[in-house]
């Protein structure tokens, strides 16, 4: 996936071979069935479990209201039996988020963009400082706003960003996006496991490719696994 900042080049998460994205839904379902493989699986790391959300209360009230974040994060996991559901901890303002951050552990940051306190670019920064390896990524929403912080960071350090279009779903697709970003390299080197290239550079696109992607996939998944195919 073409991603700004650290991870800009698709090419780079193999080192200069093609890079992959891959469901963790697929390989925590597959590591359910697949017996003596499944100890390499949970081996593997990169799972996300704790999401930090830093968002106004405006603008986490209208995620709520539009895409029920929670609620369809928990019909996603619970789906997939993975038996857990990443837990999502909210802070209205970068100045928490910060604090927050150095108190606890958390896997990923979610930042909405318009944070009433800092601008996200001096957010990133901060957090970098205290987490240099914590997967940040950036939700907008429309891509003017997205040009504008582009312009104004020639350099950042978003892992990647994405566009808000009513979808709570948005969320699992980010999710999964980072998780297979961190163990693409494992799972194809040590497992040999098949993955799909997204060429997209409009953050507004492969927003919704995804989505609609990891769904199409977790179907797959499930029908695979159906006991009629066993």
Not at 75 to 102: C, F
Not at 137 to 142: E, I, P
Request: proline share 5%; net charge negative.
């Amino acid at each position: 996936l073409p991603v700004p900042g650290r991870n800009r080049n698709a090419l780079d998460a193999l080192g200069g071979d093609r890079a992959h994205v891959e469901t963790a839904a697929a390989r925590q379902r597959f590591d359910g069935e697949a017996g003596t493989t499944a100890e390499v699986f949970v081996q593997s790391e990169g799972v996300v479990r704790r999401v930090l959300l830093v968002s106004s209360r405006y603008d986490s009230f209208i995620m709520e209201e539009d895409g029920r974040l929670q609620d369809v994060l928990g019909q996603v996991y619970i789906k997939r039996g993975l038996g857990y559901v990443p837990g999502i901890y909210p802070s209205p303002s970068g100045s928490e988020a910060l604090a927050m951050l150095d108190q606890g552990h958390y896997d990923l940051v979610v930042l909405v963009q318009r944070l009433g306190d800092m601008d996200p670019s001096e957010f990133c920064h901060r957090a970098r400082q205290l987490h240099p390896d914590l997967a940040i990524v950036l939700l907008a929403y429309n891509t003017p706003e997205i040009d504008r912080l582009m312009e104004r960071d020639p350099d950042p350090v978003l892992d990647n960003i994405f566009v808000w279009q009513g979808d709570g779903r948005i969320l699992a697709a980010i999710i999964q996006q980072v998780e297979d970003a961190r163990n693409v390299r494992h799972d194809t080197q040590m497992l040999g496991l098949k993955h799909i290239l997204l060429v997209e550079d409009n953050p507004r696109f492969y927003s919704s490719y995804l989505v609609i992607l990891y769904d199409l996939l977790d179907r797959l998944t499930e029908s695979l696994l159906s006991p009629d195919l066993t």
